[in-house]
Structure formats: C-alpha cells, structure tokens
C-alpha cells in the first residue's frame, strides 16, 4: 500500500509541474490565441482534478470527532508543529473513517482504557454523549463492550 502512495504522490507531482511547463510554454510561443484561450484553462481544470482526485484516492483525515455510534480500532497521540492531535481509527455506518482532533487528558486516558479492553478481545463501541445545557466540546465519548450477540451471524431457522 505504501507504495501505491508514493507512485500517487509522483504522479500528482509530475502532472502539476508538465502542466506548468506545458503553461509556460503556451505563452511564451508564438500560438495562435485560440489555442492559447483554450488550453491554458484546460491545464487549470486539469491540475485542480488532479489535486482533488489525489485527495479522494489517498484520503485525508476527518476534522472533529465522531458524531455517532462507532466501533473502536485504534488511536494515535503525535505532535503536528506545536499542537498535540490525536487520530481515532474507527468503523461506523460509512466504514472505516479516520478522525482528527486536538489532545486532552481526558480524551487519551478513555482511548487508553479502550485500547487495552479491545486488546483483552472485548471490541469497543464508542457513543457520543451531549451534556445537558452544553454543546458537544472536545471528545465527549463514553465506550461500552459490543455485546457477543451483536458479533454473531444471524441464526437460521
């Protein structure tokens, strides 16, 4: 996969540059401003899908923390520049999303205990919770077992 990764980052990065090029050159030969009218917005049109399918293909994290029922997969603590973040794994009704938010003690200390009851073979469901008289703030999320039933295929009858 990492791999795939990096052959999408050079591509990306030679379709910008030979767009450029092919820009530069547009206007500094003598061409017909026909051909100059359209190919100039071409190769603008042609960057900006370039950059937004990279983007879709390799993906990017979510701002925020999850706003419904998940199931927990992992989490990481990192520092970006001066700022401590923290990135959630996890699966909900969409599949498999990861989120992005700023550290708290709170919040790494119920990922910690969810981390060790999924490592313990008891998967984690994550539920966010709205105080009453306040608005959600920060990663106001309470985690309870997934019952067994829940994991077992239906039966048949």
Same mark, same amino acid.
């Not at 390799?58 to 998940?70: M, Q």
């Not at 199931?71 to 989120?99: C, M, P, Q, T």
């Given at each position: 996969?990492?791999?795939?990764?990096?052959?999408?980052?050079?591509?990306?990065?030679?379709?910008?540059?030979?767009?450029?090029?092919?820009?530069?050159?547009?206007?500094?030969?003598?061409?017909?401003?026909?051909?100059?009218?359209?190919?100039?917005?071409?190769?603008?049109?042609?960057?900006?899908?370039?950059?937004?399918?990279?983007?879709?293909?390799? =993906? &990017? #994290?979510?701002?925020?923390?999850?706003? +419904? *029922?998940?199931?927990?997969?992992?989490?990481?603590?990192?520092?970006?520049? !001066?700022?401590?973040?923290?990135?959630?794994?996890?699966?909900?009704?969409?599949?498999?999303?990861?989120?992005?938010?700023?550290?708290?003690?709170?919040?790494?200390?119920?990922?910690?205990?969810?981390?060790?009851?999924?490592?313990?073979?008891?998967?984690?469901? =994550? &539920? #966010?919770?709205?105080?009453?008289?306040? +608005? *959600?703030?920060?990663?106001?999320?309470?985690?309870?077992?997934?019952?067994? !039933?829940?994991?077992?295929?239906?039966?048949?009858?």
């Amino acid at each position: 996969m990492e791999a795939l990764h990096t052959y999408l980052n050079t591509l990306t990065f030679l379709v910008i540059v030979l767009s450029f090029l092919v820009a530069y050159l547009t206007t500094k030969l003598p061409i017909r401003y026909g051909i100059k009218f359209v190919s100039l917005p071409l190769l603008f049109v042609i960057v900006l899908m370039t950059l937004h399918y990279h983007s879709e293909i390799v =993906g &990017r #994290p979510i701002k925020g923390t999850p706003s +419904e *029922k998940f199931v927990y997969k992992d989490h990481r603590i990192f520092k970006d520049g !001066d700022k401590k973040l923290i990135e959630l794994w996890a699966i909900d009704k969409n599949g498999s999303r990861l989120y992005q938010f700023a550290y708290s003690d709170d919040a790494a200390k119920k990922l910690a205990q969810a981390r060790e009851r999924n490592k313990k073979g008891k998967p984690q469901m =994550g &539920r #966010p919770v709205m105080k009453p008289g306040k +608005e *959600k703030h920060g990663f106001d999320t309470e985690f309870e077992d997934i019952p067994i !039933d829940n994991l077992l295929p239906p039966k048949e009858e």
